[in-house]
């Protein structure tokens, strides 16, 4: 089945000698969200731009529904919409107006009904006759969403599309998306917002440096790079491990009230009943124990530190 991006050994070095990019491969599917995840300078924003074809790869090749971006240009760029992270609208203009130019740029009939339903999804047709200037930042943001789905892309790219948004925008967009992929849309958004990625995304991929670290399910990911935590809260506190249970990876927590015990959940034996075997046997009373599954976050920070 065709893939709605391939990217084939796609490297960018500017002229200044700095790469950008350092043999990027990468398929997306068809109707999937993609989180990209990586911090500032590591190449999010080249790859987008490579692919929507605003900026000339140095070497490789993407294909967007099987057009080559550079041989097939205007049929690839008419398949993608783009948010970018920098707030660019006509301030002059109204919502309207601005949303119904941008579906004429791609050719595109107009579609009265369609840019009012764009428009309601994004809470924006109450704004529809204002003039850009007087709306706030997170509505700004939101019209330059209106921008690009105009045209009924198949593929969206969102380059940073809460940045500095309120919380309760950034829930309301994330619905918006999850319509969108419903509908077939396929999503492609980069954010410094893991909780964002944990949320929406049905994959992940970090980039650092310019290198793609990796591409994995966020399930699947969580399940392979995640770590877990078993507090164990003590009736009677510690100061200091006895010889017994420094073969574990405890640490002691809340002035001695409890211990810490990290493990992989990959492991066949996780070695909790072991170490609560041997806090019995140190006659260490247990008061009460939980456990927490280590976080997007710390999968993508740790991923980060290793790569460096």
Same mark, same amino acid.
């Given at each position: ?24 491969? &990468? ?32 070497t ?7 057009? $080559? ?35 004429? &740029? ?5 579609? =009265? ?7 309601? +999804? ?17 509505m ?11 045209? %009924?892309p ?11 948004? $309120?919380? %309760?925008?950034r829930?309301? !967009? ?24 944990? %949320?929406?995304? $049905?994959r ?37 491990? =006895?010889? !017994? ?20 959940t ?8 072991? &170490?609560?075997? +041997? ?6 009373p ?11 976050? $710390? ?10």
């Open positions: 089945m065709q893939h709605a991006i391939s990217v084939n050994k796609l490297t960018k070095t500017y002229d200044g000698g700095f790469t950008a990019l350092q043999e990027v491969n &990468l398929d997306i599917e068809n109707g999937e969200i993609l989180a990209l995840l990586g911090p500032n300078g590591a190449g999010k924003t080249t790859l987008i731009s490579i692919i929507c074809g605003l900026v000339t790869p140095t490789g090749s993407v294909t967007v529904r099987g057009n $080559d971006i550079i041989r097939d240009y205007r049929a690839a760029r008419q398949l993608i919409g783009l948010v970018p992270q920098e707030l660019y609208v006509e301030t002059f203009e109204t919502v309207w107006a601005t949303v119904n130019y941008s579906r004429g &740029l791609f050719g595109k009939k107009p579609d =009265p009904a369609l840019c009012e339903k764009i428009l309601r +999804d994004l809470s924006l047709w109450d704004k529809k006759d204002s003039r850009i200037l007087t709306l706030s930042g997170g700004k943001r939101r019209v330059m969403i209106a921008k690009a789905l105009a045209h %009924e198949q593929i969206l790219f969102l380059d940073e599309p809460t940045a500095g948004v $309120d919380v %309760e925008l829930k309301e !967009m994330w619905q918006l998306v999850r319509g969108l992929r419903d509908r077939g849309v396929t999503i492609i958004l980069t954010t410094h917002y893991i909780e964002e990625a944990e %949320e929406i995304a $049905d992940v991929g970090v980039i650092n440096h310019g290198r793609l670290l990796l591409v994995e399910e966020k399930a699947e990911l969580m399940r392979k790079l995640g770590r877990k935590r078993l507090t164990v809260a003590l009736s009677t506190p510690i100061n200091v491990l =006895p010889q !017994m249970l420094t073969r574990y990876d405890l640490a002691i927590e809340d002035g001695g009230r409890q211990l810490v015990y990290s493990y992989n990959q492991d066949e034996r996780t070695g909790i009943g072991s &170490l609560l075997a +041997d806090l019995n046997r140190e006659g260490i247990v008061k009460d124990l939980d456990t927490e599954q280590s976080s997007l976050e $710390d999968i993508f920070v740790s991923l980060v530190e290793e790569a460096r």
